[in-house]
């Protein structure tokens, strides 16, 4: 019964994350909001396409933006690159 419980939930193809925006849009329906929910959620749905998660996919922006140095982690718990 519980083996699937720490599986993400999904709508189709799209986790249900990603639908975040749909949820603001309900909140606030607009023309620019449902064209941003939209946008988002095609966007999130090509990450699980790929199979990526929205956490995963978040990740993987920091370290494309920021690079691999975590500059919190303790002298012995950093990577070293050299």
Known sequence: MWR??????YFFVVDCRCLL????WLA???LWTFI???VLTVLFGFFAWMGL???VAFRMARVLLI???RPRL????QRNYA
């Open 21 to 24: 925006g749909m949820v603001l």
């Open 28 to 30: 606030h329906m607009r």
């Open 36 to 38: 941003t929910a939209l």
């Open 4 to 9: 699937h419980s720490a599986k993400p939930v």
């Open 53 to 55: 998660t929205l956490p």
């Open 67 to 69: 690079g691999p140095h």
């Open 74 to 77: 303790p002298r012995w718990k």
